[in-house]
């Protein structure tokens, strides 16, 4: 082999062929850049990463609804009325309510239907929650969580890290509860349930209260500084009418 070696040149030798390193070098070159284009390509589709794209999206909000047997009909009102400002700031909006599956075995909202919908409400919700957040992170669409009952807030213990805003309409029940009330007495398991919504409210970050008395209340409660000592964001809007009322002419009257 060595003779046959040192008589017949090999193809590959440097000195016979100076010009077929430099072209198979080009060449093995050229496939792994090729190879790397695609590998880059098909991890970008997979992670759904669209720079330019993110700035284009419409913002989406969320809106955490109320639970169909609890029979909220001022808060359900208050929760069109926001989705109908969002939509006319052209935002997408998606109403989010917990599901009637536990609460199916009772008639009663009362009593045993009211342990079941806190099933309805606080296990299967959340993850109804975690999993539309989770479709719009790999869309890579901008969203808020907007909670238009400051009762919402016991859902803060898991929202707390998602963009979020809450609305206090007042907190007399969290009053109540803690003793401050005494006119208006609360059980053993609303005080236990009213500390819950405290509780998720601390950890809350943005909130928009109906008045300056509700705005003074939650900062008495909830203090304006979070643990890690960021300071909360809070904003006092009155409520809007729920009702297109407008000035009557004077021959309506007549």
Known sequence: FWEVSQSKPCLWETQANPQIWDFWFSAVASCWQLSMIRRISRI???RRFHPQKRYR???NVLIIGHY????????????RMLETGFLQANWSV??????????KLSIKSSGLGKWLGYL???????IQIKRQIRSLQKDGSPYLICLPDHSHGIYLHWLKREPHVVHCHDLLAI????????ENRTGWTGRIYQKLILSGLRKGRNFISGSHATDRDLRTLIGTNL????????????NGLNYPFHPIKTEALS
């Not at 643990?227 to 009155?238: C, L, Y």
């Open 44 to 46: 970008q589709k997979q």
């Open 57 to 59: 999206l419409m913002p």
């Open 68 to 79: 169909a047997k609890d029979a909220q009909e001022s808060m359900g009102r208050y929760g």
């Open 94 to 103: 998606k109403t989010l309510v917990p599901p009637v599956r536990f609460g």
């Open 120 to 126: 309805d409400k606080f296990v299967l919700f959340p």
């Open 175 to 182: 009053r109540s509860a803690l003793g401050e009330i005494p």
């Open 227 to 238: 643990e890690s000592g960021e300071t909360r964001r809070f904003h006092v809007a009155w």
